[in-house]
Structures are given as structure tokens and as C-alpha cells.
């Protein structure tokens, strides 16, 4: 158990700075061939931001265990929203300034609707999650498509400019990719394996391994770059981040699972998890649009985010146990 514990622990580790440094490559190599900075942050980076999750999923339903991976897609979006976007704003109170941020919410709520949708059977068949690829091959072109018809004055375009790696050759930065590219599946495979064996022991349903411990470890890279996004300055940065990460979340990770391993999968999917994760998401868009003319989320709204984190995790306690 405890030699488990650490395994996961290292894996763990070893799947955030593998996806890092495959990020850091990938947007190095696309800057140095003339890409503009505001297509790499929503699509390269934001690809990248998701890239722990796609390979959870992937090394999941290799091993049999689909259920994980599902568990995995939904309760990352969850945690994204009320853990680490109420960690981020407790830090520091957040303003929305960027139209460009504003208009991936829809993009977002569209693709959660869809995959609500396709978990409404409680199956996830081969041709849905073919769907669920094609609509993320969609969500790539209509997220380069916003960011090449951004206005320039954008305070996005700025954010993204000043964290992007600079003066990196072009060898270095096909290196780190291949780093990345090798390390990233090794270490979710040991990740996935180690929380099996600990969730199994006390009980936990490989649904609820996804929703919880793989959820929020898959999530601390998103809360670490938000927290510095917000620390910074780039708030908008720190949200586009976190709704990047939820689109990618459902329409790549969630479609693994049906690619991989197609059938049947747990009802509370499609029921529990699945609502919590849509009225957090519409929370989240009420948030943002704000009529009263203030664009941003405040301090109270991140405690009321992490209290809704908590009691969802009572409400899955609760519902395993029963």
C-alpha cells in the first residue's frame, strides 16, 4: 500500500512535467516557424493543459477500466471550476477583460451538452466517441479561428506573449516534445495503476477513482498555472486556461474511453456526476457575465466554488456508500 502510494506520487509528478515540457516545446517550435502567440496559447497550450488527462484515459481503458476514464474527463471539469478556479480567485480577485476568453464559454457549455448527451444511455459506444474526437478536431479550427480574428488589442494576446518560451532553438524544442511524448504515457500508466490498487482497497468504484484522487492530481497542473497566471496579473490567462482545459477534457478525454474501450458505463456518469458538472459550468458563466457591468469573479464566489467542491465530494461519499 504504501509503496503504491508512492508510485502514484511519482507518477504523478513525473505526468506534470512531462506535459510541461511537451507544452514547452510545442509552443517553442510553433513560435519559431511564425505561429502567433495568441494561436499557440489557445490551441498548443491549451491542448497541453489536457494532455495528463488524455493520457490517464487512454492508459485506463487499456487497462479495462473505462469507467476511470470517464470519471476522469468529468471530474476534472469539476475540480477545474470549483477547486482550482476558487483556489485562483481566493488568491487574488479576477477580472474578465478579454472578449476572446468570453466567447470559448459557449464552445465549452455546447460541448459538455454533447457529451451529457452521449452518457444519457449509459453507454459510450466506438461511433460517439468518434464524434467526440471529430468535434475536438472542430473545437481546435473554432479556437484558431477566434484567436486569428481577435482584435490585436486584446489583453490576452499580451498575457499569452509574455509566458511564452523565448530564444529556444528549434532542436531543443523538438527534444522536449519528444520527452514529453514518451514520458507522458509512462507516467500515466503508473499513475493509473497505483490509484486502482489504492482507491480498490478502500472500496472505491473505478468511477469514483476518476472523479477523485486522478481528478484533482490531473488538475494540479492547472491549478499551478493559474495561480501564477493570477499572481501575475493575467487573469484572463488564468480562466482561458481552466475553459480550455474543460472543452478538451470532454470532447478528447471523454472520447478514449469510447474509442478504446466502447459499452457500458456507470449510471451515476450520467445522472450525478454529470449535473454537478453542468450547473457549475452554467455557475461559472454567470459569474463571468455579469449584468450589473462588473466582468470578473470575486473573493465570495470562490469560497461559495470550493464550498460546492466540498459538498459534491460528501455527496460522493455518500452516494458510494449506500
Known sequence: MIVDVLIFVIGLVALGWSADKFVYGA????????????????????????????MVSIAASFGGSPNTGVGNAIGSNITNIALVLGITVLVKPMIIASSTVKREMPLMLIAIVVGIYFLNDHVLSRNEGIILMALFFVAIFLLYWLSVKADKRDCLEKEISQELAQDVSTSSAVMWI?????????SAHLMVESATVIAHYFGMSDLVIGLTIIAIGTSLPELAASVASIRKGEDDMALGNIIGSNIFNILAVLAMPGLIAPGVIDGNAAGRDSAWMLGLSLLLMLFSFNFKGKRGISRWQGVLLIALFLLYQVHLYISSVQ
Open 27 to 54: 509552443s517553442a517550435l510553433a513560435g519559431n516557424v511564425g505561429i502567433s502567440p495568441m494561436v499557440i496559447g489557445m490551441t498548443i497550450v491549451a491542448m497541453g493543459s489536457s494532455a495528463p488527462e488524455i
Open 178 to 186: 519528444v520527452v514529453g511524448l514518451i514520458m507522458l504515457p509512462l
